[in-house]
């Protein structure tokens, strides 16, 4: 029932959602696509999926994601893999995967997914639609599922920057149940959304389009760096040098509060339960059945690396140079406002074709520095190879989100990769 008079209502009033199964709606079954969540229902809905709800957006399911977040292909899920609505015999990115492909396939025009280390615009970035990633602290994470409580934040999906902006602006802000919201006045997201990039000091990342960037990939995201010069930015090289370091450091990070996060799922309280006569037998068969190879191989990189004699080899070194791969974003933006690279290395790659965990978490590496500083990002479609979409990605300093917004929109408005859609075909 509609709590304003319709000339009134909220624009997003009635508008359909789909929820990554991570995000906790009041008795509606909650798996993070994990075994062990089997017949979970929690009592209560998270503040921004409420705050959505109250905006009178309507929940119509929820989408299938890796195993409690933790993938780049969306194959881990206890659920079975999400097909790309341009190709189904590919990958639609993870951890968010389901949401993203919802979007993509015109299922729903916005969707919510969590982004730890990439999982909203690594997957918007393979299936072609908009993936926002906010300022860690910006969205409240009570009633997310959570995998890295320092690098977790919740964000939209949706087919262009202005709808991805507003379903941002109605969920974001203080919480005050969520000890990481940020108090920070949020003021409106979109004000700035129609300003253009005329003037703007853009930032090329030289670390971003080194080894291991496909061509075409480079090319599209050449081809969308000219197209943000004639509308009048000013394009700058700048270097991150301790880019090379984030991949190692997110996999000690956030396998170490993982490790933490998933301790409370021991069949005692939430979920699955295998019995067996002791207690200590229960909880072992409990995780061992309702855990799969993906979580339980980051839980034990997690404890390992927090464990006696290791923590300060690892895990302390770890968040020093999380400190300087933050320094150094920080000294970039005091030469640039924002700065623009691609999303992903490469497009959506086949189901299967990443057995390794090695070359599977590669896929992240342009991505997770951004969580490891708590900063704004988004993927916008910018281009095509071989019929699968490329995407673009806008990073600004903490707090900037509506300069990401803007500066994204104003490349959406330029060109029209945002409009194109997966053949029916290909969907079916």
């Not at 929820?19 to 503040?47: H, M, Q, W």
């Not at 918007?124 to 906010?134: E, I």
């Not at 978490?361 to 281009?383: F, K, M």
């Amino acid at each position: 029932m509609l709590r304003e008079r319709p000339d009134t209502a909220s624009p997003l009033c009635g508008i359909p959602l789909a929820l990554k199964d991570v995000l906790c709606v009041e008795n509606v079954e909650t798996t993070a696509g994990s075994n062990i969540l089997t017949r979970f229902v929690p009592p209560y809905t998270g503040t921004a999926v409420r705050r959505l709800f109250d905006a009178g957006m309507v929940c119509v399911g929820k989408t299938n994601c890796d195993e409690f977040a933790m993938g780049s292909s969306n194959e881990n899920s206890s659920f079975g893999a999400v097909g790309n609505p341009w190709d189904v015999e590919r990958v639609p990115g993870g951890s968010s995967g389901g949401s993203a492909a919802t979007v993509a396939a015109g299922s729903v025009p916005c969707s919510l997914g969590s982004d730890t280390g990439g999982s909203i615009r690594q997957p918007a970035s393979l299936t072609g639609v908009v993936g926002f990633k906010p300022t860690y602290g910006r969205v409240s994470r009570y009633g997310l599922i959570a995998f890295a409580s320092s690098l977790d934040q919740i964000g939209p999906f949706a087919r262009t920057v202005d709808d991805a902006a507003l379903v941002y602006a109605a969920m974001a802000g203080h919480d005050p149940l969520d000890s990481t919201s940020d108090p920070r006045p949020l003021g409106d997201p979109t004000s700035e959304i129609g300003g253009g990039v005329e003037g703007l000091r853009l930032g090329v990342p030289d670390e971003y389009f080194g080894e291991g960037i496909e061509p075409a990939v480079r090319v599209a995201v050449e081809d969308a760096l000219r197209v943000l010069e004639s509308q009048g930015t000013v394009l700058q090289r700048v270097s991150l040098p301790t880019t090379d370091a984030g991949l190692s450091v997110y996999y000690i990070i956030a396998p170490a509060e993982c490790s933490s996060n998933l301790a409370r799922f021991d069949g005692v309280r939430f979920g699955l339960r295998v019995e067996r006569p002791s207690v200590t037998d229960m909880y072992l068969a409990t995780r061992e059945e309702g855990f799969g190879p993906e979580v339980k191989r980051r839980v034990m990189l997690g404890t390992y690396a927090l464990s006696s004699g290791y923590y300060d080899a690892y895990y302390r070194k770890a968040q020093k140079v999380r400190t300087v791969i933050d320094s150094e974003f920080t000294r970039a933006f005091e030469q640039v406002d924002a700065l623009v690279c691609p999303t992903s290395p490469t497009v959506a790659f086949p189901m299967g074709d990443r057995s390794d965990p090695i070359s599977m978490y590669l896929s992240d590496v342009l991505t997770l520095p951004v969580n490891l500083a708590g900063l704004p990002g988004i993927s916008v479609p910018c281009g095509f190879s071989d019929g699968l979409p490329i995407g673009l990605q806008v990073i600004a300093p903490r707090f900037e989100d509506s300069r990401v917004f803007r500066i994204a929109r104003a490349y959406e408005q330029a060109t029209d990769w945002h409009t194109a859609a997966p053949p029916l075909g290909a969907v079916a």
